[in-house]
C-alpha cells in the first residue's frame, strides 16, 4: 500500500487487482494530485477524490470488489459529492448490469447495461473485437441534453474529435442517454465514450495510455478536484 504524498488534493486509486494502476498513479502525480494506491476502505473514503480504473472481465471485478468490501464504498462515495472517476472497465462497473460471460449485476451508480460490440463492420470488412488502439471521441449534440457539459467538464482542454487510447470488447449502455458526454465509433456502431453526471465522470478509453491529450483529462480532472475539495473544507 503506497502511503499518501504530502501533495494535496489526494486522490485514492483502487487497488482491487485489475487496474493499470502504476499509469494512472504516475499521471495523477504527474498534474500534481497526491496519490494512495489503495483498497483500504477508510482511506478511499478520506480522499478527495476518487478513482476506479480497471482492465479485464466484468463479473471477476464485481467479485473482488465484493470480496474487499468496497461495493458499498463505492456507492458511499458517489453519493458523497467527492469526485468519482472510473476508466475503462471502471466506466462499465458502474452500471447496473453487464452480459460479459454471462449475466452480472453491477455497481448500480449509474442504471444501464453492458454489452458486447454487435458485428462491427466498416464496409464489407468485418472488424476485429476488441477494438484495440486509437480513435476519435466527439462532444455529443447540444440537443441530446449533455452536449453543453463538455467545457466544464475534464474534457475541457481536449478538442472535439481528439484521438484517445481504447482497449475493449464491451460498451456501456446507459439508460439516461443525458449523462452521455461523448461519443465515438467502431465502424457502423456509434457508442458511449464518456459520461458525466453529479459527481461522476468516467471514460471508456484509458486517458493515461493517451499520451499529451490524455494528460490533458488529467490536468483538468486536478482542477476540479482541487475546487471541490476547498468547497467541502
Known sequence: MNVLSAQKPRVAIIDYGMGNL????????HVGLGVAIT???????EADAVILPGIGAFGDAMATLHRLDLVAVLRDVAASGKPLIGICLGLQLLMTESF????HKGLGI??????RFDNPTEGLRKLKVPQVGWNNVYQVPAENGNGGAWESSPLAE???????????SYIAQPDNQNVILSTS????IGFCSSIR????????????????????IYHSLAAQIESNSHQRD
Open 22 to 29: 502504476f499509469s494512472v498513479g504516475q499521471a495523477c502525480r
Open 158 to 168: 481536449i478538442a472535439d474529435g481528439d484521438f484517445m487510447y481504447f482497449v475493449h
Open 185 to 188: 465509433y467502431y465502424g457502423q
Open 197 to 216: 453526471t453529479r459527481n461522476i465522470f468516467a471514460c471508456q478509453f484509458h486517458p493515461e495510455r493517451s499520451g499529451v491529450q490524455g494528460l490533458k
Open 39 to 45: 483498497s483500504s476502505a477508510d482511506e478511499i473514503l
Open 110 to 115: 449509474i442504471p444501464g447495461q453492458v454489452v
Open 100 to 103: 460479459e460471460f454471462g449475466h
